[in-house]
């Protein structure tokens, strides 16, 4: 059995599983292939979104290229990623294509797929600030849990 194969089996088995990409809804081949080729992981921050029920029930499929600014790209698989809650909330509207106007000539629905692995390091670069600035929130929070015990 090929990789292509035990791709497919997988997928059944995972829809039958009920795994789902939208919150609410039932389990969809078309999202449960997205968990598959994305194996498994945030394409922004890498975690596993398997680890445990808090993680998959708020795992997402976000769209790569935000359905706002690109309605054409909307219903295209290469633009639709795996994220957690918290990496889809923090990207929100960003375009990762606002920088790349060479890419932005090159790129349509067909030719998505290939510039899929560029848009995502954009918008990773993008998220490190906000991840950065909600690490110092949390940091700073602790330090005033920490000496107000009485809270």
Known sequence: ????EKNE???KSLVRAGLSGKHGENSEEKFVEIWVRDEFKCV?????????KIRMTSAQIDHLLPK???PKYKDVPANWV????LCNQLK????PLKNMPEIMEKISPDTLGVYRN?????CKEHLKKSWNEKEG???KSLKAINQNPDR
Request: charged fraction near 30%.
């Open 44 to 52: 922004y921050c890498g975690e596993y979104l398997l680890k445990d």
């Open 118 to 122: 560029l848009l995502i390091n954009a």
């Open 92 to 95: 929100r509207t960003f375009d």
């Open 137 to 139: 929130i949390l940091k």
């Open 82 to 85: 795996l994220s957690c809650f």
């Open 9 to 11: 089996k997988l997928i």
């Open 68 to 70: 706002t600014k690109h």
């Open 1 to 4: 059995m090929d990789k292509e």
